[in-house]
């Protein structure tokens, strides 16, 4: 299994422009969840899904849009880029939630390191 | 508002001395506190879960509610303990959500 893979690993881009992150994962996991990561704030949650069809907001969720038409992709699109989202971005997906009693443990992907400028 | 507080950036000590992360938290249910770790070039994965009662790696946390903390503690740290570590919270008035601190950087010198 390849697990959770993200695309691309680097992405640099100008003010105003859009694109897409890709996140695939093949386990099966009902669950995926974006979130961002900067210094000194961790990581923050952007979007999640508890299963195909099913999307809902996290912490940080403005200027991002998601959708989850497959079990196995969750694509995240910055609409239109601001300096302010330039970070690294996680996906992440387990077996049901993050919630102890399902016992699925976040698994992570690589990350994309994007440069908005 | 939930939330979680790791106090320290950056936590430096040598070889086989003790280690102690600390967490704390704001929740107003029955929270669900987990260690999460990333090494250096590695995937951020799960290290533990307070409903466990586990230790991994020689690492233990334990859950004081009157105190709301969730300090992850090691008695002699090792080279390979250097990482980055984050602690997280959930809960079932948090939905499906997993809240995470700052993070805090363990450097482990020799």
């Known amino acids: 299994n390849a697990g959770v893979t993200q695309t691309p690993k680097f992405q640099v881009l100008k003010t105003g422009q859009s694109m897409t992150l890709q996140c695939a994962q093949d386990?099966?996991?009902?669950?995926m969840s974006w979130y961002r990561q900067d210094p000194g704030m961790g990581l923050r949650l952007i979007h999640y899904?508890?299963?195909?069809?099913?999307?809902d907001q996290g912490e940080v969720p403005n200027g991002y849009n998601v959708s989850r038409s497959t079990t196995e992709d969750f694509p995240l699109r910055l609409l239109s880029a601001a300096p302010s989202q330039t970070s690294v971005y996680f996906c992440?997906?387990?077996?049901?939630?993050?919630?102890?009693?399902?016992?699925?443990?976040?698994?992570f992907g690589n990350g994309t390191r994007l440069t908005v400028t | 508002a939930q939330r979680v507080t790791q106090p320290e950036k950056l936590l430096s000590v040598f070889k086989g001395a003790p280690v102690e992360l600390k967490c704390n938290y704001s929740?107003?249910?029955?929270?669900?506190l987990f260690w999460y770790v990333q090494y250096s070039r590695q995937r951020l994965q799960l290290l533990l879960r307070?409903?466990s009662r586990e230790s991994i790696k020689g690492f233990t946390a334990d859950l004081n509610k009157g105190e709301t903390s969730f300090h992850l503690k090691k008695p002699f740290a090792q080279e390979e303990d250097s990482a980055m570590y984050y602690c997280?919270?959930?809960?079932?008035?948090?939905?499906?959500?997993?809240?995470f601190g700052a993070g805090t950087i363990l450097r482990v010198k020799s």
């Open positions: 899904s508890v299963g195909a069809g099913i999307t």
């Open positions: 386990m099966n996991h009902e669950y």
């Open positions: 992440a997906s387990s077996r049901r939630g993050p919630s102890s009693s399902y016992n699925s443990p976040l698994h």
């Open positions: 307070h409903i």
């Open positions: 997280a919270l959930s809960g079932v008035e948090y939905g499906n959500k997993l809240v």
């Open positions: 929740y107003s249910g029955s929270p669900e």
